[in-house]
């Protein structure tokens, strides 16, 4: 696992460095919508805590934290009108490392909805 960057920008992010529109905020998690949305809905949801990708947090992260993870995941895909309860869905997605095409290097999944998503993978 690469080492955590603390001057990434999400690391600048949760220290209060650089401003963000948050949609939700709890103990272990902070939500906020993505600057450079790709549809109606977009939103990143993200732990406080100094992870790299999805496999350093589901590998290293305390209970409390992952539960709290996906506990804001359901939360704001309801706010947001996107779950199967209050919409019409969404679609999570996570890159991690080169082969995914990660930008920032904190752990952080992307929420996107509104629209039909259309295909999952593009051809190349
Ligand atoms: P990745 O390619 O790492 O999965 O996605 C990184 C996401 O972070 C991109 O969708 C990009 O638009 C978003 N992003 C990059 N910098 C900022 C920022 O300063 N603020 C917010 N809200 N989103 C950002």
Known sequence: MP??????????ILRGEIPNDTVLETGHTLVFRDIR???????????????????DFSANASDAEIVDFHRAVARVTRDLG???DSG???RAITNAGAHGVQEV?????????G??????VQPD
């Open 3 to 12: 080492a955590y960057d603390d001057n990434n920008i999400f690391a600048r």
């Open 115 to 120: 629209r039909p998503m259309g295909r999952m």
């Open 88 to 90: 019409q869905g969404f």
């Open 37 to 55: 949305p790709q549809a109606p809905v977009h939103v990143l949801v993200i732990p406080k805590g100094a992870y790299v990708s999805y496999d």
């Open 82 to 84: 996107v779950s199967l």
């Open 105 to 113: 290097p904190h752990f952080h999944l992307h929420i996107l909805g």
